[in-house]
């Protein structure tokens, strides 16, 4: 059964927010293996990132990180945790494709994500133009 709708008229799709997938991530053969939920798990990262930029979060090397948990991403998603952790294992360096790395903070402390450049070959600071900002700490407001 159908939900009945209204159409969109004028300037009314513009009042949301959407999430933005690359298409390289379909159209580029490195990233065949990766299931469409990983690619729009990506996607929802790259969405955080700008969160992060605006809070300051970035590690001494000027590397943007976000904070996001399996938890948190079951929750986005609609998804269980299990499932979440298996997605994360899909982007991830050392079990998956590369397209995030996960570096663990100790116990009870979330796992900070680096999320990589999916356009890009491998880029360290040394070879960025931008200088590295320090980080300015770790506030939400």
Request: aromatic share 12%.
């Amino acid at each position: 059964m159908a939900v009945e709708l209204s159409y969109y008229y004028g300037y009314e799709a513009e009042q949301f927010s959407f999430y933005r997938i690359p298409k390289l991530l379909f159209t580029d053969s490195r990233f065949a293996g990766i299931s469409t939920d990983a690619k729009l798990l990506y996607g929802i990262l790259l969405d955080r990132m700008s969160l992060s930029m605006k809070n300051g979060w970035h590690d001494d090397q000027g590397r943007v990180y976000i904070v996001f948990t399996f938890e948190d991403v079951a929750a986005t998603l609609g998804y269980k945790t299990e499932k979440a952790i298996k997605l994360f294992n899909e982007l991830d360096t050392k079990k998956g494709v590369g397209l995030i790395e996960r570096v663990r903070q100790g116990q009870g402390r979330a796992s900070l994500i680096y999320v990589k450049n999916f356009a890009g070959e491998n880029q360290t600071s040394e070879n960025r133009k931008s200088r590295p900002r320090k980080n300015r700490g770790q506030d939400l407001g």
